[in-house]
């Protein structure tokens, strides 16, 4: 749907964000455990991120959406439609230990380890590492279209609604997105409304199919 408004660059852009957004408050795990399971001999250095299937899923999707243009479709789909929603919730999750595959999460990872491991965790250590490394996305991105912003504003709004809420490090984030921009407090708050009632719809729908 609203991909289609995008470049390819910007396509690519918008996925980046994404994939920022969606690991900018999972949880992190240390040689695989977690802080409460920290032994004498976990290894502190090996850093990773811990993300859900659902988010795993709707990063799948969006980027298909963008190698298949044709067959592209909002964000939400696949935030909204993936699995989980149709009673197929997994616990299983996704590691991301900073792959050459994946720049974002090593990104994110390499900010993260500047901080002592007993502050990694806390709301406002994720919130400066996450915005330290979309500073560095947005830093120089010139846009063709003076509405692709607000596209990408829109589908970010839709991943961070992905669980029906968003929380004070995705809130942090897409406002960052939305200063660097000059976006002004309305349009803001207008794409949100949209994304919220598309979210309650989707749901609603959802809900009616499964019944």
Known sequence: MLLKLLTEPDQKHLLDLA????LADKPLLWDGKTSDEFTSSTDLSALSIQEGEKERE????LEQSITRPSLSSSMFGSASTSSSMFGRSSPAAFMFGGKPSDDVAAQLIEALKKYPVSKAEKPETRVQAATTVLKELLKD??????????V????????????GTITSVEWALLK???LHHQLEDFIFDDLL???ETLNQEVSKTI?????
């Open 152 to 163: 990408i504003l829109f589908e970010l709004l839709l991943v961070a609604l992905r669980d």
């Open 176 to 178: 960052e997105f939305q």
């Open 207 to 211: 809900s009616i199919i499964l019944e």
């Open 193 to 195: 409304e949209r994304a």
């Open 141 to 150: 991105k010139k846009f063709e279209l003076p509405t692709a912003p607000k």
């Open 19 to 22: 994939k920022l957004l969606a």
């Open 58 to 61: 709707m990063i799948t999707e």
